[in-house]
């Protein structure tokens, strides 16, 4: 684009662009830094929900980050089974990241849901022992939610562990329905919300997209 940026427009495009402008240029001008807002390092509890798609892999995100600033960083998934071997885990075997498969598969597949909520326990009991080993800086509890709302992890222990860990530890927890008390809990909350999705127009689940 050459000479006037807006010249070669359409006319909807050109409008919408010099509001943009004209809001974007006021919002600098009166842009400040916000007061009271602390320095330095501290974990944070973050929780990715809703009926959306994208929060493991928004959480998934947050791993590959964390560890490009030389954070040591894990994941507990409380559905996938441990032989699952999704994109993300061929990836995390990749790069050398720690995950554990703690169920044994979705729920609305699983034949025995007794055994189920038995494994999501022992899940929990591993994904413990991690935030108490102060051996980690971010741990992703992913489909966490939902031992949670099952009542196949009781809340009063995982919420006296998440608030005793060290301070420095971050916590991401992801799945539908979070609990009011986990979202009370939490330092960021996102809920993920679809717009569209290509399974409603039939499409298939695609390689590399979900899973």
Avoid at 46 to 58: E, H, R, S
Avoid at 65 to 74: D, F, K, N, P, T
Avoid at 160 to 175: E, F, N, S
């Amino acid at each position: 684009m050459t000479g006037d940026a807006t010249s070669e427009l359409d006319p909807a495009t050109r409008e919408r662009r010099e509001k943009a402008m004209e809001e974007l240029t006021a919002a600098r001008d009166a842009h400040r830094k916000a007061g009271g807002v602390s320095r330095g390092r501290r974990g944070l509890l973050i929780v990715n929900t809703g009926n959306g798609k994208g929060k493991t892999t928004a959480a998934l995100g947050l791993m590959l980050r964390a560890h490009g600033r030389g954070l040591r960083v894990r994941m507990f998934q409380f559905l996938k089974h441990e032989s699952a071997k999704f994109g993300e885990h061929r990836t995390l075997d990749v790069l050398g990241l720690p995950y554990e498969g703690l169920g044994d598969g979705f729920t609305w597949r699983s034949k025995d849901l007794e055994n189920s909520a038995a494994m999501a326990a022992h899940g929990w009991s591993l994904a413990r022992a991690a935030i108490e080993s102060g051996e980690h800086d971010l741990i992703v509890l992913d489909e966490f939610t939902y031992a949670l709302k099952y009542g196949w992890v009781p809340w009063p222990e995982v919420e006296a562990v998440l608030r005793g860990r060290d301070p420095l530890l971050h916590v991401v927890v992801t799945g539908r329905d979070a609990l009011p008390e986990l979202i009370a809990l939490a330092d960021t909350v996102s809920e993920i919300q679809p717009v569209k999705h290509s399974y409603e127009a039939g499409i298939g689940a695609q390689t590399g997209i979900e899973y």
